[in-house]
Structures are given as structure tokens and as C-alpha cells.
């Protein structure tokens, strides 16, 4: 089994000394699905009288460079799975992400080129380590057996499923009632995925409920190829800052992992109150009980909500970042949305004497030229509800005009700051 298997065996007697019921709990906690309790009972018996790890895989493509904290539900339950010494089996879906997950999608979905795929794997990589361990984690590439599949094995791949049993999922007979194009290439997708686990012969396989569909699929292969159906697990899907829909980037409600300190804990910080139990549940090392204790004491008002959210920002900060940091976020915190100061350090911004006339600029020129808005109409919108203001003033005119004969600090929105001067030349 080699080096990586020798340091797993280091690592087992943590799960082995657990009993049984104990290990199981910590599997069962905070999951959505388990299936099934009983095959799993008998696949860690199994294990301990082999005495070795559950092969456990989580397979994750790298469509884009960066993760947000949703993406680090599963993670972080992969990470409690590692420390009994479980073997985590990290699968970059380098080969299925030229594809892409058609995953709740209502359309086909773009195909990424190879070296997109590079890009964002070796980024993703990075950012997922910061919860993993790194020197515990077996890091795999799908494109390492999909790449040299040959066109018999192929064909028998795809005999193994009907295409009635794939429009089963919701998003394609969602897709398939309303005429909405479905490519042959997306239907392969949870059978690629599937073949996955029969490669990797996994006990277990985790990820979000919108995996359900293709962790099943990889069940029901490994049993067509003559092995034993892996565990499957699933997590909730957790929502963005809105509390509404689910965390994602495009819909701009995501907390990324590689935010700032300052950024984040803002960002924590807008959060609904009803959601932050639930962050604290799946984004932070928390215990379940000090959890419900403090539920209680929210019922019964003994801590205030923006007192406990205030503790939610400081914990997830310190996980990314560091504990001072994280407090240095919370003074400027208080500081900016608080005390109505601005920030100690500003995005410094420096607009050509060209771009003036008569030393002066237009406000929505003037917000572009800073990056604080991506456009005029941005900026627009933003000035008409109330959200821009220079150097504490609040702007009411979306045609005003802005004098940088001296430095002028402007604060877009509640967290974006800077700092805009003229160039002497």
C-alpha cells in the first residue's frame, strides 16, 4: 500500500478506539442523507478487521479559479472524517469539468478548454487546503483514466444506464418537458462521475443534495462492475448572504474564501439573523451543543443577536485568516457601520488631469474610474438609492460634478471604499 497507506495506519487508532456508535454519529452529524446506515455499520466492522481506512471520495471540478464558504460544508465534514483517520480521497474532475455538472442548470452549459481547467484546479487546490490536510489527502485527477478509456469500454459504460433512468433527474426532465435543449455530452455526465467511484473503488462518497442523483449513479455502477456499493452522503446546500438563495458567486451573495478579512467579516456581518445558527452549524468548528445553548439563550434573550453574529465573524475570519485579523476586522467593523468613520486603510486612486475639465469630473465617471462600480448605470443606480457618498456627504445628484483639486474619499455601498486624487501632471 506504500508511504501515503503507511501514514494513514499512523493515524487509525483514533477511529479504532471510537466505538462503533460513536464513529457512526460522527458520519450521521449534520448530513442530510445516509444511505444506508446498516451498509455502512458493517463497512467500518469490516474495515477495523482489515484494519484499515474507508476510502472516501469527494470529487469536485474545477469550473471557476475560486470557492466561496458553501463550498466548504462538505469539506469540513470530510476534514472530521480525516482526523479518525479515514482516508480522503480528493478527486479533481479535471477530465468532467470540460464538460461541466449540468447540476441545476436550465441550459447546456459552456465547455471549458484545457487550460482554463488547469488554471482553476491549481487555484482550487490551494483554497481547499486551507481546511484539509494536505499531507493526509490523496489528491487524484479523473482525466488519469478518462483520458485512456478505450471506445469498448466506453460503449460498455454507457450500457450500464438508459436514458429514461437519466431523465429521472429533475433538472433534465425539467429540462426535456419544456423543450429546453439537452446535449448527449450532459447526459454522460453522472455516468463519467459514477465510473469515478468504480475506478477509485470508494466506501464512501460525499457531497451537496444536488449530488444525490450522480452519487447514486456511482452505487449502482460499482454493483454492475462487481463491487460493493459505496456509502453515499450528502449535505445541505448552504444559502448566501440574502438568506434566500443559495450562496453563489454569479448571483453575488457568496463569501469567498479568498476575501479579505475586512470583506468577510462585512460580509458575515449582513447576514439575516435566522441564518446564523446555521452558519455556525456548517461553517465553523463549533459543537452542536454549544450550538443549541445558544439557540436558548437567544429565545430567551440573554445575548443579543448582533452580539452572537459579531462572534460568527470573528470565528469564520480567524478560520481563513487569523484571530488578530480577524479582531482588527471587527474594530474597523465598528468603526465604518458603527461610529460612521471610514477605514484606516483606503484603496488609493489616482485619475490623469486629462480626464478632468476645469479640475473637475461627473460623478458616475468618477465611480468608474475608482473600480468602485463596474458601469455608469451601476453607479447610477447605486447614487439614486442613496448608497454613494463623498467624503461623508451623501451624493443626490447622479449628474453632479466632483472638484479634485483636492483628494476626495468616497464610500460606495457599505463596504467599498477609496481614496481619489488628480496627478499633478
Known sequence: MGFFADRLQNSLPMSMHLDINEEIKIFEDGVVDLISHDELRKKLAQ????????????????????IHLGHTVPLRKLKKLQDLGHEIIFLIGDFTARIGDPSQQSETRKMLSEKEVTANASSYQKQVFKILDSKRTRVVHNSEWLDKISPSDFLKLTSKYTVARLLERDDFRKRFETKQPIALLE???????????????????????????????????????????????TLPIIEGTDGVQKMSKSLGNHIGVLDSSKEMFGKIMSIPDGLMLRYFAYLTPISSSEIAEMEKDLKKEK???????????????????????????????EKVFRDGGVPEELLQVSIARQKLKNGRIDILSLLQEAQLTSSKSEARRLIRQGGVRINQKKVENDKEEISLEQDVVIQCGKRKFAKVRALSS
Open 47 to 66: 474495515a477495523r478487521k482489515e484494519g484499515r481506512p474507508l476510502r472516501i471520495k469527494y470529487g469536485a471540478d474545477p469550473s471557476a479559479p475560486d
Open 303 to 333: 445575548i443579543h443577536p448582533r452580539e452572537l453574529k459579531v462572534r460568527l465573524a470573528k470565528e469564520i475570519v480567524s478560520l481563513y485568516h487569523s484571530p488578530a485579523e480577524a479582531d482588527q476586522a471587527h474594530r474597523e467593523f
Open 187 to 233: 447526459l454522460l455526465y453522472p455516468l463519467l462521475q459514477g465510473y469515478d467511484s468504480v475506478v477509485l473503488k470508494s466506501d464512501v462518497e460525499l457531497g451537496g443534495t444536488d449530488q444525490k442523483f450522480n452519487l447514486l449513479v456511482g452505487r449502482e455502477l460499482q454493483r454492475d462492475y462487481g463491487q460493493e456499493p459505496q456509502i453515499v452522503v
